[in-house]
């Protein structure tokens, strides 16, 4: 999947970058949420993902999603805070993003998410390509990888 990545310049938004290039996804990443609505406007991408791990930016997080939205068009806009609880994260669901997951962050679950997401994007009509399936979900190599860190 085409993503773009907004990080906040966090030390976790370096893991992710890292763990979804791994995962064999084609990723742009922006330092700032300005700068990612530039881009989700200027380019198409299946995916945004917006990092806010400092409670202190979630309101800033939260008041860009329109914007955002609008942006990137068709795009699955998912948010991934820190240690939030569910009072935050619903407040980023409900100002638009499709998904939004805290701490402890699992790409596995992330990357579950973007092909649930995709394929009901698909079944609405709205996608651009083939749906994804499950079993494409994430290449066999990450998985093994990933789930041989989860277990260690």
Request: hydrophobic share 45%.
């Amino acid at each position: 999947m085409r993503i773009l990545f907004i990080s906040d310049g966090q030390s976790e938004a370096n893991w992710l970058d890292h763990a979804l290039r791994e995962s064999a996804h084609s990723l742009q990443r922006v330092d700032d949420i300005h700068d990612g609505i530039f881009v989700a406007g200027r380019e198409k991408f299946d995916v945004v993902i917006v990092m806010a791990t400092l409670s202190s930016t979630y309101a800033r997080l939260t008041a860009a999603i329109d914007s955002l939205s609008r942006a990137g068009r068709n795009a699955i806009l998912i948010a991934m805070l820190g240690a939030a609880g569910a009072r935050d994260r619903a407040r980023v669901l409900r100002a638009g993003a499709d998904a939004c997951l805290s701490q402890p962050h699992s790409l596995l679950e992330l990357n579950e998410r973007m092909h649930a997401l995709r394929r009901l994007q698909f079944a609405q009509g709205d996608g651009d390509g083939p749906p994804l399936h499950r079993s494409d979900s994430m290449p066999q190599r990450a998985r093994s990888l990933w789930m041989n860190a989860v277990l260690r």
